[in-house]
Structures are given as C-alpha cells and as structure tokens.
C-alpha cells in the first residue's frame, strides 16, 4: 500500500484528489492537510508516508515552503504537484526541490492517473535493485520507464501484423 497525504487548503479539491486516488490501485490517502503546519504536524507523527501531493496556493500558506522542510528531514518522500500556479518561478522552484510530476489544474483523471503510475514504477526500479548499471540510472533520470513503453506502443489503427507487412514490402522495393 502506498500511503499519500494530500496537502490542499481547499476541501472540495481536497476531496476529488482524494477520490481520484482512490481509484488507483494501491494508493491510499493517509490523511489531508488544509496548511503546511497541519502537513509537517501530519509528516512527524505519520512515519509511513510516501508521497504528498501539494497545492501551492492556500489562503494561509504556499505549499512551496513544504518542500525545503521535506528536504531537511532526509526522508524518502517524494512530491507530486497539483496546483494552478503555471509561472516559471514556481515551476522551477518546484523542480528544484525535485518533484517527481506538475499538475496544473485543472486536469483530468487520466493525467493524474499517469503521474501515480509512472511514480510508482520509478519508485519500484529505484527499490528493485542495490545497484545500478549506468543503463539503470539512465532510466531513472530520464524516465525510461515510459521511453521504452511508449517505444513499444504503435500508433492507433497500426497493429504488428500490418507493420510487418510494410516493412517487408519496403525492403522488397
């Protein structure tokens, strides 16, 4: 199980974030934070957290000043932003402080669904091996997970059979 604080000052957002985690499989929402207090105060006394998503805009807070504590602490939570804030300052100080994906609301559920899963299977290589071949580390970084499944989907309407087929008819010409 992977257990996700949700950090949102807004409780209906707060809410569908909650309930389009819910529809993931293996993810489940430990609790939700309305200010960064409340989330520091939720990340001390629940030891088991794994991810937080995180707002940037709240009434009291800007969930940016989250992630230097996160760093601080030393522990192994990762970030996803789901947020409206679409300036370069915040995109990047975001990125700074290593979120692994940016949401911009508002979005839809397959987006958020991505992000989940293309976070956990990042997650599952980083813990699948002790170490890492450059080709590894490659992966991680340049997120290889989706390279090589994107590299082995073909377009819509092009199936193996009929790629074959103009293949064989281009190398007879």
Not at 11 to 39: K, Q, W, Y
Not at 90 to 110: C, R, S
Not at 131 to 148: C, E, P
Request: net charge negative; aromatic share 6%; glycine share 2%.
């Amino acid at each position: 199980m992977i257990n996700v604080l949700i950090v949102d000052d807004d409780s209906m957002v707060a809410e569908l974030n909650r309930l389009f985690l819910s529809r993931v499989a293996d993810f489940h929402c430990c609790g939700i934070a309305p200010t960064v207090r409340e989330a520091r105060e939720m990340l001390s006394h629940l030891p088991q957290i794994d991810l937080v998503l995180l707002d940037v805009y709240m009434q009291q807070d800007n969930g940016l000043e989250l992630l230097p504590a996160l760093r601080a602490d030393a522990r192994n939570i990762d970030v996803i932003m789901i947020t409206s804030a679409a300036d370069r300052c915040t995109v990047q100080t975001a990125l700074h402080y290593g979120v692994v994906d940016y949401l911009i609301k508002p979005f839809q559920f397959p987006r958020f669904e991505e992000a989940l899963l293309s976070w956990r299977k990042k997650r599952d290589l980083k813990n699948a091996k002790s170490s890492y071949a450059q080709a590894d580390v490659d992966s991680l970084l340049r997120s290889g997970v989706q390279q090589q499944e994107s590299a082995r989907r073909l377009p819509k309407g092009l199936t193996p059979q009929t790629l074959r087929l103009v293949c064989q008819w281009i190398d007879a010409w």
